[in-house]
């Protein structure tokens, strides 16, 4: 399958410490995308990172791309209660319109 | 500011029922259009996609299909539900320019066919 893999699949830590998620893919990509999801609700986008970008940063949220070993990595530093939720990596890959998602982190911060 | 509608929220039906799910779009004009399926905790599925009025693409065969009767309504119809199709839906929209643009997405319906 083309879609991205997110490892772990479940993370849980102490409010505070960083949070760490990495995604893996198998073909060539146009860009990578992370998106969160509170529990029953839709998906938020949380950040986009494009094929020949290594690095981006949005508040407490950093990600870096490596597209010779075709994964991404996810840091959230500082975790907050409200952190608490799945997040996903999606990819548009090359020739393509569309975003194929991974199955997700389900990540839980403890007060 | 743009905003997508997605409704209902819930949903009960009884297999072989029918189904009808709406989805709509404000603030910005000619968007791509599209419904995925979530199994519980799992990730989304993209069932279909489509670029304008009547121009429909489907992911994945199956006891679903969907109608984009105006620019900016997407609609995910069934015949004959099925205990399978049970599911979180969810519309998403994006900007009709460029490849893969992020995804604006509804607040999602639960469907359970019992």
């Known amino acids: 399958s083309q879609q991205g893999e997110e490892d772990p699949q479940a993370l849980s830590i102490q409010e505070g410490e960083n949070a760490t998620m990495n995604c893996s893919y198998k073909t060539s990509i146009n860009n990578l995308q992370w998106y969160r999801q509170n529990s029953g609700r839709g998906l938020v986008h949380l950040i986009l990172?494009?094929?020949?970008?290594r690095e981006k940063h949005s508040g407490r949220l950093r990600v870096t791309l490596d597209t010779s070993k075709k994964s991404s990595s996810l840091l959230i530093t500082a975790s907050r209660a409200a952190d608490t939720a799945s997040y996903f990596c999606a990819t548009v890959f090359q020739g393509a319109q569309k975003l194929v998602f991974g199955q997700g982190t389900r990540l839980t911060i403890n007060p | 500011s743009q905003t997508i509608h997605q409704w209902p929220a819930t949903l009960v039906q009884p297999v072989g029922s029918p189904l009808s799910l709406e989805c709509t779009v404000e603030?910005?004009?000619?968007?791509?259009l599209y419904w995925y399926r979530q199994a519980a905790g799992r990730g989304l599925q993209l069932l279909f996609y489509?670029?304008?009025?009547?121009?429909i693409s489907s992911e994945v065969p199956q006891n679903l299909s969907a109608s984009r009767p105006q620019d900016r309504q997407f609609i995910l119809s069934s015949k004959k539900l099925l205990l399978s199709d049970s599911g979180f839906y969810l519309c998403?929209?994006?900007?009709?320019?460029?490849?893969?643009?992020?995804?604006?997405f509804g607040s999602g319906t639960q469907l359970s066919v019992l």
């Open positions: 990172i494009r094929s020949n970008e």
């Open positions: 489509s670029v304008g009025i009547g121009q």
């Open positions: 603030g910005t004009s000619n968007p791509n």
């Open positions: 998403a929209w994006s900007i009709r320019q460029g490849r893969g643009e992020k995804l604006f």
